[in-house]
């Protein structure tokens, strides 16, 4: 039986792509194919960006109180179709049921948010800035946006930056994840219940060509990306060169620092969720657990233990507690880290390399824990994105934050402290821009900006919170006198 093959979507229209390259997209719990990804053309993307830019003109004379109403509608359409969208997301990108009824919880978050435009996105007034002198600043739409998020939130990533583009007054491109299509797929189908106009939204499916086609746009004045640090400074640099504003997110290296005062009960259900939710596969997951002082042999026995009891299985079956990773080749590169530690002379406490799960042929690596791990251990600098944890033992508060400090990868840092002073010092000093207190997974709310620093992040405005209604407007200034 053929596989069916995914569609554009561009002015307000379902179309067959005219290439002939394909992707496969895969069921990662079980390792069966569930459809066919064209790899589009850069005239398609063309073809999208000038609807874009057509409808441009008219949707941003729409006032922004109607454009938020067409948010509210499509909150009660995402609603009705809650878990619909979770369960697309489940059988392509492999996380378990809760974890994708969060991640569409937090997508719809977003929506609601940018409800908000009519007051988030005033300007300001100023009379009398010299005699009989008045100036004023007054937010307004760019243009053509473009989004191009990464696999492992097909549902979320890319509703941190669209609601905000459109009601702002702007029109908007996607690409989603070539890995991960099928989700925004079902997404913009439900869209077409609000009735948006014509070339307001488009999708674009594809790979590198309709990435770097995006790139060179000159009619796309921003692009939104979120993925691994290498790309996210391609963007970056591309994004330069052609003038484009850009907000660039990249990968991650997240210290879990747990002080000896840490009441090691009630902070172990977070810390084993940031390590193995997910699989591992987000960008706030613990990936360097570093207990300080004489805590470590207690807390890394009952921490060993709860890992090695987790379920491992299809995210759609009941119990099932962690899921499997999206891909094959993500699977090998894994495996490649933890063949990595083990030779480079890290202590393997828990091995993943075989979990025993109902599928075999789906993309599972088990929950996986290096003891004794150095800081210049390759497992304890590179992002793995997998359930893989590097014990860094410390001997102090300092020499957490200092390794923290270290990677270049300041997305997230979390510590676990029964300490004021102890949990100040830290937030203070760590440059991660996200930081948990006894918190495992420091993913701000929609109201607030997601974005780390560093080699985590290229640009100046974040995802989210106030930075999104920044990026995607321009504040034009009026001085004025009347005579």
Known sequence: MSLPLLKNYINGEWEQSGTTETGTVWNPATGEKLAQVPYSTASEVDRAVQAAREAFQEWRTVPPIKRARYMFALKEVFEENFEDISKTLVREMGKTLDESRGEVRRMIENVEHSTGVTSLAMGSTLEDIARGIDCSSERQPVGVFGCIPPFNFPAMVPWWFMPYALVTGNTFVLKPSEQVPMTQGLIFELMEEIDLPEGVVNMVNGSKEVVNAMLDHPDIQGISFVGSTPTARYIYKRCGETGKRVQSLGGAKNVITVMPD?????????????????????????????????????????????????????????????????????????????EKGISEGAELVLDG???????????????????????????????????????????????????????????????????????????????????????????????????????????????????????????????????
């Open 353 to 483: 390399r075989n979990p025993a799960v109902e599928n075999p042929e789906g993309f599972y690596v088990g929950p996986t824990i290096f003891d004794n791990v150095s800081k210049d251990m390759t497992i304890a600098r590179e992002e793995i994105f997998g359930p893989v944890v590097s014990v860094l033992r410390a001997g102090s508060l300092q020499e957490t934050i200092d390794y923290a400090n270290s990677t270049g990868l300041a997305n997230a840092a979390c510590i676990y402290t029964s300490s004021g002073g102890a949990a100040r010092e830290f937030k203070y000093k760590v440059k991660p821009s996200m930081v948990g207190v006894n918190v495992g997974i420091a993913a701000p709310m929609s109201f607030f900006p997601f974005g780390g620093a560093g080699d985590s992040m290229f640009g100046t405005h974040k995802g989210q919170g106030q930075d999104v209604f920044q990026f995607f407007t321009d504040a034009k200034v009026v001085i004025s006198r009347w005579f």
């Open 262 to 338: 840490t009441n090691i009960d009630k902070a172990m259900p977070s810390i084993i969720t940031s390590f193995f939710g997910c699989a591992g596969q987000r960008c706030l997951s613990g990936a360097v657990l570093a207990p300080v002082g004489d805590i470590a042999d207690e807390f890394l026995e009952k921490f060993v233990e709860q890992a090695r009891n987790l379920k491992v299985g299809d995210g759609l079956d009941s119990g099932t507690q962690m899921g499997p990773l999206v891909s094959a080749a993500h699977k090998e590169r894994v495996l490649g880290y933890i």
